[in-house]
């Protein structure tokens, strides 16, 4: 059975910091590239940060560059998300998702969420 797990969720200060994590299991974490969405009320969900199978490439969107770091680790079958300097605007649920590369590049899973509040 697939799962993604989301943990680290929370309500913290604007500029403060939170680590996300993702626990994987039921398939071959190694062979998918892992990915953090966020989806804010009344808005479509958006990537935040994405990183390669072997772990060696990242990629985030201009919003979030600089503030956030995506990692894994392949032997423990995790994933994690360190946001720092939060903004408002950060307030989203944020979802993990893993895309399978090579002859898995059909599959992808998602987890169930966890939400981010970043208010005074």
């Known amino acids: 059975q697939v799962q993604l797990v989301e943990s680290g969720g929370g309500l913290v200060q604007p500029g403060g910091s939170l680590r996300l994590s993702c626990a994987a299991s039921g398939f071959t974490f190694s062979n998918y590239a892992m990915s953090w969405y966020r989806q804010a009320p009344g808005k479509e969900r958006e990537l935040v940060a994405t990183?390669?199978?072997?772990?060696?490439?990242?990629n985030y969107p201009n919003s979030v560059k600089g503030r956030f770091t995506i990692s894994r680790d392949n032997a423990k079958n995790t994933v994690d998300l360190q946001m720092n300097n939060l903004k408002p605007e950060d307030t989203a649920v944020y979802y993990c998702?893993?895309?399978?590369?090579?002859?898995?590049?059909?599959?992808?899973?998602w987890g169930q969420g966890t939400q981010v509040t970043v208010s005074s």
């Open positions: 990183i390669s199978a072997p772990g060696r490439n990242t």
């Open positions: 998702y893993a895309q399978g590369t090579g002859i898995y590049f059909t599959r992808n899973y």
